[in-house]
């Protein structure tokens, strides 16, 4: 097998075991981006000299004998919006308002001190507000499977980066499926945690309340390693949970004998795609020959859940881009400079009524939903994933429509909270990777983890990579 | 039912020194503020009839007490 086919955790293996130089790896990456980025535009900026630095430097540390961590010398790459002292982030903009100096992610540090190195940082749409991977100013991130297409978004770069082996994984954000929506356009494993349980600190906030940072990498054993790296309680943060962190690579070895795997009655699978649906039904069955229980289940409400998540992030944007908004109207593109103003026409008590309500509908909903299930199975992506040309609304009368029938199926988890993980699960008509979806009681990725990994021993789906035509 | 209209919106955007808000995109921000605003109210009509005391500080601590229990 070839360099970048590796997952992460092979070729961490690789450079730890000395049968391969971290070296080698970082220049196999630069090679693959020097021959993909003309194509997706998957990155923002290409460390390649930082990188060589930091490879050479892992190798010398090897061969020292200095013991390595979890991630020692393997190149990963994270959308734009984590801070970094020493560098200006894009944010996906055309002219950034200035971030708060030295401020550095805490994200970034646990995986600097795990021995990872960064490679480069990812295209992702303006200010991290939109589904769809467009992007007026650095350029539109592409679908490797296919370039007509949209990556989705906002963390399209990740979804791009990982599926055309780029780098072995990364962090983007998830504030109404940011990271699910392009890990499932572009046909890799894409988690969102649960809110709490991986710290913001030094991330850039588009709503803090609902932000989560997110991860992309092409199996769950590599979700789980990136996952114990980052997770757990950040003093810089006071939305972290200081909830123990469960060894998550111990727990995929666990079967899915009688685990109960809920499909909603309702809501979610209501306008799906035939070939969306076909690929939905044929991992079901897959599931259910590893030995899994699958049960109908019926979904309180789960039609007002995007809307109100909707109230929490335009809202709590409105308050971050205000005032640059007010002084640099032509510095946004015409559909996020009117997403971020619809907090501006939100009455406050509605805000505070959409917090308030939170944690009653996210008790409604466990109770409900994971007294008859451990966990749901839906879509991530109702429909095939559109072109470019389909998506390209910017600000005019379809842009609500348009975006309504992207996240239909990841916001509502956004505003509950509760952890979600997409697995791809096969290719609908038109060539493009689609996925299924779990989703589970709060904090129990290492559940969703466990399923994913049962899935992937039985099929090609997380090996297969998009050509270069 | 609270609805916001373009109106509304352009009075507000003026108000707030939002002099790139026009007509065409105050109506872009009123239907997105409308069907927002309406979920809050639908969901407050689902609810326990009374006052809204639920205090909003206290969702991590809810996700923390409805965590999955260890298997």
Redesign the interface.
């Given at each position: 097998m070839s360099l970048e086919d590796l997952t992460l955790l092979e070729v961490a293996d690789a450079i730890r075991t000395r049968r391969v130089t971290s070296r080698e790896v970082v220049e196999t990456c630069l090679a693959r981006i020097s021959d993909w980025q003309p194509r997706i535009n998957a990155f923002a900026a290409v460390l390649a000299d930082s990188a060589r630095a930091a490879a050479d430097r892992a190798d010398a540390e090897l061969a020292a004998g200095v013991p390595p961590g979890p991630l020692h010398g393997v190149p990963l790459a994270h959308k734009d919006m984590f801070f970094r002292a020493s560098r200006c982030s894009s944010l996906g903009s055309r002219h950034a308002p200035p971030a708060p100096g030295a401020v550095e992610s805490s994200l970034l540090g646990r995986l600097d001190a795990a021995g990872a190195i960064e490679i480069g940082t990812l295209n992702m749409c303006e200010f991290a507000l939109g589904p769809t991977g467009h992007n007026a100013w650095l350029g539109d991130c592409r679908n490797p499977w296919h370039t007509d297409h949209i990556a989705c978004g906002s963390s399209s770069g990740g979804g791009a980066a990982i599926a055309a082996r780029l780098a072995y994984g990364g962090f983007g954000s998830d504030t109404g499926g940011s990271v699910r929506l392009p890990a499932s356009a572009c046909g890799v494993l894409g988690l969102k945690p649960t809110n709490g349980r991986v710290t913001l600190a030094g991330m850039m906030p588009l709503s803090p309340s609902v932000d989560i940072p997110g991860i992309f990498a092409r199996s769950a054993r590599d979700v789980a390693r990136l996952l114990g790296i980052v997770a757990g309680r950040d003093a810089r943060d006071p939305r972290s949970s200081g909830l123990p962190v469960p060894d998550y690579e111990a727990a995929l070895e666990r079967g899915i004998a009688r685990l109960r795997i809920g499909v909603p009655r309702n809501f979610f699978l209501d306008g799906v795609a035939g070939d969306v649906a076909l690929r939905l039904e044929e991992s079901l069955h897959t599931l259910a020959a590893l030995g899994a229980e699958i049960v109908p289940v019926t979904v309180p409400v789960p039609e007002h859940l995007t809307e109100l998540s909707r109230v929490l992030v335009y809202s709590e944007a409105a308050a971050i881009h205000g005032p640059w908004l007010r002084e640099h109207a032509e510095s946004y593109s015409p559909q996020v400079r009117m997403r971020a103003a619809t907090g501006l026409a939100i009455p406050a008590a509605a805000y505070q009524q959409a917090q308030q309500l939170r944690s009653g509908i996210l008790r409604r909903f466990v109770g409900a939903v994971f007294s008859k299930c451990d966990l749901l199975h839906l879509p991530t992506l109702c429909i095939p994933v559109p072109t470019l040309a389909e998506t390209d609304v910017g600000g005019s009368a379809a842009m609500w429509e348009k975006i309504a029938v992207l996240v239909r199926c990841t916001a509502p988890f956004n505003y509950l909270g509760l952890p979600a993980l997409s697995v791809p699960c096969g290719f609908t008509d038109n060539g493009l990777p689609t996925s299924f979806q779990l989703v589970g009681r709060p904090f129990a990725e290492a559940t969703l983890l466990r399923v994913a990994n049962a899935y992937e021993g039985v099929t090609d789906r997380v090996r297969r990579a998009p050509a270069m035509h | 039912m609270?609805r916001?209209d373009s109106k509304?919106?352009l009075a507000?955007?003026r108000a707030?020194?939002?002099?790139?808000?026009d007509e065409a995109?105050a109506?872009?921000?009123?239907?997105?503020?409308t069907?927002?605003?309406?979920?809050?109210e639908?969901?407050?009509r689902?609810?326990?009839p009374g006052l809204?005391?639920?205090?909003?500080a206290?969702?991590?601590p809810?996700?923390?007490q409805?965590?999955?229990p260890?298997?």
């Open positions: - | 609270n916001i509304a919106v507000l955007a707030q020194g939002h002099a790139w808000v995109a109506q872009r921000i009123a239907a997105g503020a069907a927002a605003v309406a979920a809050v639908a969901s407050l689902q609810g326990e809204l005391v639920e205090d909003s206290g969702f991590l809810t996700l923390e409805l965590a999955e260890p298997r």
